[in-house]
């Protein structure tokens, strides 16, 4: 295969992308990812003060990445003028009430179009620059799940619909070679080797419905989570938030109890299973598959919670989700607190080459406690701190 060349594919990317905007002014939407803010340099050194650059404040970006992204943006040397638009409150509305991740991942979209259609006619533009890549949208087609940012290749005409037409330079790139371009750019580190973020951003975290407590729960897990693991340098790494509600499956709780005990050698009576009330994404054969979550709590006899090497919950994993079709996840409790409280946290951390798959990241202990007592210290509405021990497949990277 031929050496991806950033420089040259900057090169050429500017002069078509210059000729199929024309003198035409054009709208790009940037999310701090490193997809989104490469495109937006890009094309910025491609059409100038044609290009409006904005960030859409949808509610579900981290604690203070839009001042961050567009004061970065904004300066030398990149001097992209962003413009942040508030618009939490229309994202909050649509989105109440929504539980099931399609719906929400198609209400997402839905709105984010609707206000970039509105923000492109503001700003006279009738181009949108999108940084779409090659993954995204051989997964929204595959059948495992709907991204935020395909709209052609499921049928939507842009034009029609929104009033735009819609430009993507980096359509025949891969992550890495993003990565590459934004590194030729001279994009500070924090941007070309961020960690991917995805579109529709912590309302894909938010498992099930969408509240403003359990929303600035997660934003604060995000912010330890992120800030603690962020030196073990994993692939992809994050906090999501549930309901602590369960269903009532006894076969099925009895099914997993019994399999903890066997393979984690304790009492049964040590291991308390839940399956909780709201259900997270996973693929099987390359399509979605929404199943169940399964939160188990192991303690010892001096009624602790039980270590063991994290190989060994993996694999305790792959047997309940073997044994139990319905389950699509696997959470392990690292803290619990007696009292019951509103939610659940869950660490996620994984390694992966090509996002298509993913490994359970072998975290330490130790470091996974630190999160965990600051994660309750901090969040007082939270009961238990898990740890997601499922890789993709069974499960997907993100919950929704
Ligand atoms: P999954 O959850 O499919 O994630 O295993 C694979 C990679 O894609 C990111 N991701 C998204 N990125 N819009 C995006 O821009 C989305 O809707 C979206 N959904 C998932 C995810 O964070 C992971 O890196």
Redesign the pocket.
């Known amino acids: 295969m031929e050496t991806f060349d950033p420089k040259r594919f900057v090169e050429t990317t500017i002069a078509e992308t210059r000729k199929s905007i024309g003198n035409d002014k054009a709208l790009v939407a940037v999310s701090g990812?490193v997809?989104s803010t490469t495109c937006a340099v890009l094309i910025h050194r491609a059409i100038g003060e044609n290009l409006a650059c904005v960030i859409l404040d949808d509610a579900f970006m981290r604690q203070g990445e839009p001042e961050h992204v567009a004061g970065t943006l904004s300066k030398s040397p990149f001097n992209v003028p962003t413009k942040i638009v508030n618009v939490r409150e229309r994202f909050l509305k649509a989105m109440k009430g929504l539980s099931d991740a399609e719906e929400k991942?198609k209400m997402f979209r839905e709105t984010f179009y609707q206000v970039l259609g509105e923000t492109a006619k503001k700003e006279e533009c009738k181009v949108l620059v999108q940084g779409t890549i090659r993954?995204?949208i051989l997964?929204t087609v595959g059948g495992?799940?709907?991204?935020?940012?395909v709209l052609e290749q499921m049928g939507i005409n842009p034009v029609e619909r929104f009033g735009f037409r819609v430009v993507e330079p980096l359509l025949p790139l891969l992550k890495t070679q993003v990565r590459m371009v934004a590194r030729y750019f001279g994009l500070p580190l924090e941007f070309s080797e961020r960690q991917?973020?995805?579109?529709?951003g912590l309302s894909?975290r938010v498992v099930g419905e969408i509240r403003l407590d359990k929303l600035e729960t997660l934003r604060k897990a995000t912010a330890i989570v992120e800030n603690v693991l962020k030196e073990q340098k994993p692939g992809?790494y994050f906090a999501v938030i549930m309901d602590n509600e369960e269903i009532s499956q006894q076969p099925r709780v009895l099914r997993v109890q019994e399999a903890s005990a066997r393979l984690l050698n304790v009492p049964s009576r040590n291991v308390h299973v839940k399956i909780f009330k709201d259900k997270a994404?996973g693929i099987e054969s390359g399509k979605r598959r929404y199943g169940e979550v399964v939160g188990i709590k192991v303690e010892t006899l001096e009624g602790k919670l039980h270590r063991t090497p994290l190989p060994n919950i993996v694999s305790l994993q792959a047997r309940i989700i073997t044994e139990n079709p319905a389950v699509s996840r696997v959470f392990y409790a690292i803290k619990d607190l007696a009292e019951e409280k509103p939610y659940i946290i869950a660490i996620r951390s994984v390694e992966t080459k090509d996002?298509l798959t993913?490994a359970v990241s072998d975290i330490p202990w130790q470091t996974l406690e630190k999160i965990t007592e600051e994660v309750t210290k901090t969040c007082p509405n939270v009961s238990t701190v898990y740890f997601d021990v499922t890789p993709?497949p069974p499960a997907?990277?993100?919950m929704e």
């Not at 495992?144 to 940012?149: A, L």
């Not at 991917?196 to 529709?200: E, L």
């Open positions: 990812g997809d991942r993954a995204d997964e495992v799940k709907t991204q935020h940012n991917p973020f995805p579109g529709p894909v992809q994404t996002f993913a993709k997907t990277i993100e």
